[in-house]
């Protein structure tokens, strides 16, 4: 069900940035679980950060230290900032969230999330 946007995808060098905002009726106040998801040409969809209802933050190992995920729950906005891009981190990038509770270290399991967006696109040029 999609009710999420994405924006602010593009093509950037290695080593530029990127920030990624997430919005849409699919993110309220009710929202206990949300997170990022890419899918590279070719693989399938992996969990990028979550943040839990928990309140913990969760990412891949690929992207720690360079990737924060943030929100802004007055505005209803997620952004996913991201620094020192890579050419592997070219992807197709989701925001996914829902109402119910869910843990962060869970966060990365699919089926915890009713609300997708359609996705951007993140090249990295090398």
């Known amino acids: 069900q999609e009710q999420l946007m994405e924006s602010g995808g593009g093509s950037v060098q290695a080593g530029g940035s990127l920030r990624l905002t997430c919005v849409g009726p699919?993110?309220?106040?009710?929202?206990?679980?949300m997170a990022w998801f890419r899918q590279a040409p070719g693989k399938e969809r992996e969990g990028v950060a979550v943040?839990?209802?928990?309140?913990?933050?969760k990412y891949a190992d690929s992207v720690k230290d360079r990737f924060t995920f943030s929100k802004d729950s007055a505005k209803k906005i997620l952004y996913l900032q991201m620094n020192s891009l890579k050419p592997e981190d070219t992807a197709v990038y989701y925001c996914?969230?829902?109402?119910?509770?869910?843990?962060?270290?869970?966060?990365?399991?699919?089926?915890?999330?009713?609300?997708w967006g359609r996705g951007t696109q993140v090249t990295v040029s090398s």
């Open positions: 996914a969230t829902d109402y119910r509770f869910c843990k962060a270290v869970n966060g990365f399991t699919e089926s915890e999330y009713n609300y």
């Open positions: 699919g993110f309220t106040y009710r929202t206990q679980c």
């Open positions: 943040i839990g209802g928990d309140g913990a933050t």
